[in-house]
């Protein structure tokens, strides 16, 4: 279809066209009929052939060259491992939890015991909070790199060549944790190694210099640099600077619920018919608006997906989403969250550069209690939030676990909860639909970026602390997988400039 169509604007005969290549593909289901956006390359006979469409990654046998610590082996740990096999630089690995293939075993212990290990969870082992994800590969912020090298990085392991063509891709739980091995694979093939279930306590300073790590074991690693890249839910690590008197600071960051409705209802409305055509995916949705100053916006859309209990220690209730490849769950869950910056929590004030931190863990403890102090999740129907009405019924839901039913307009801080109604009702008027008694509230989404950041200079590392590059979502420096590797990337072609 796409030759013929291409032959009939170029006023050609197909067969004068010798290749036609896709380069970028987009659904715009903005009016009722729905429309794929396709750019296209092509060349016609007699012309030389397109350039192939991407360069392969070139990495050097790195097992005599000097070492990089990399604390942390998500995205933004794993994508600067493999950017150092190509600067020249050995990547040695430490992460507190372990290897993909063992993770899910604790995972799956967080459902069936209600049993969180607070080394090896939704968050915290091989591939990071990446691993168990959505997937979705798209970052507003276009600022920070090449998007398609991080693509290509993860075509090169293993993702279907298309994520470098749709402009909403994404990967799936069920195919990332093989991803994330393949890598795995790559980086120790070429002299990287892992230090699994080993999670660092300390950074080594020598002459004023961070060169190394000591870890929890009783075990240290010393390189050239290191790279803390150890995500937003790292309390510990933000502990240890405290204590040390290493500079951090407080960072806004965005607290809510997540909220879930049947994917028909959301595929109804985005694609403007009960009857939309079977061959279209399940739809997503992007929305935003302005409550009493704060932002009130949609996040981590998962269509046909799953809601899953994210806490990475005790007394904690925190959900996320997540979906498979195919996004085949009759349910699309997404965050809601409102902003919320330190001026919004006067009395938290006293902790200082922990204010939103502190906020952030007391919400979570207190909605834990209110599941009965465990991971079944607080819930409540979405127009009964609205209306302050505990509900008498609770929807179906597709958590991995148990919903309770629980007065979310009373667990929630008080201006979060305004926010979110107000937003709920806004929302209603973008997509007509959206607020029913059908959709269901579960709390409560809190880990949506860091609340604390690390600062760095403009050579990427800490202020106080050269030879410490702070990187990543947990740095406060990025939020998401490609903007968190990318993120990555930078520190270590930052790090082979300095060096
Ligand atoms: C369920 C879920 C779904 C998500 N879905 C998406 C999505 O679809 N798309 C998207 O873009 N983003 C998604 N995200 C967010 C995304 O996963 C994160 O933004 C991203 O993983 C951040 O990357 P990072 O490398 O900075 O940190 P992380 O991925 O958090 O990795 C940090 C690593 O550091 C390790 N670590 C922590 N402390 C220590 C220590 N003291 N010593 C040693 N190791 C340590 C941890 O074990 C972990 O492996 C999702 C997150 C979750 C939880």
Redesign the pocket.
Known sequence: MLRESVAHKLGVSVSDLQQVRVVRRSLDSRKRDVKYHVQLEVSLQGESPLPSAWQPSVYQDCRNKPPLVI?????????AALRALEVGLRPII????KPVEQRKYDISRITRAKEVNP??N??????????????????RSTKRGDIKEVLRKFVENGADPDIMLDAHA??G?DRLSRIIANMRHTIETYGGEYHFD????DLILKQGRVCG?R??DGNSYEGVAVIL??????R??YQ?FFEKGWQLEPKPFALGVRVEHTQHLINSIQYHSQNYSKFLPPAAYSLTTQVNGHGVFSF?M?PGGII?P?ATGESQQVV????NSHRNSPFANSGIAVTVAPEDVPDYARYGVFSLLKFQQDVERKVFEAAGGCIDAPSQRLTDFCQNRTSTRLNKSNYMGQCVSAPLHEVLPDFVVRCLQQGFRDFDRKMHGFYTQEASLLAVES?T?SPVRIPRDASLQHPQLPGLYP?????GY????????L??INSVTMIAQNS
């Not at 430490?94 to 939890?97: A, P």
């Not at 996320?320 to 979906?323: E, F, R």
């Not at 990187?471 to 740095?475: D, K, T």
Request: charged share 15%; glycine share 20%.
């Open positions: 604390v942390g082996a998500g995205p933004a740990g794993l994508f430490v992460d507190r939890g080394d090896s939704w968050c915290f082992g091989e591939g990071g909070a990446g691993t168990y994800s959505d997937g979705k590969l798209f970052t994404h990967i739980t080993t999670r660092v306590a790590v870890c929890a890249a150890t995500g937003h839910s790292a510990d690590i240890l981590c998962c899953v994210a996320n989403g997540m979906s880990r970026s990187c990543g979502e947990g740095a990025a939020g998401g997988i490609v903007s968190s590797a993120d990555g």
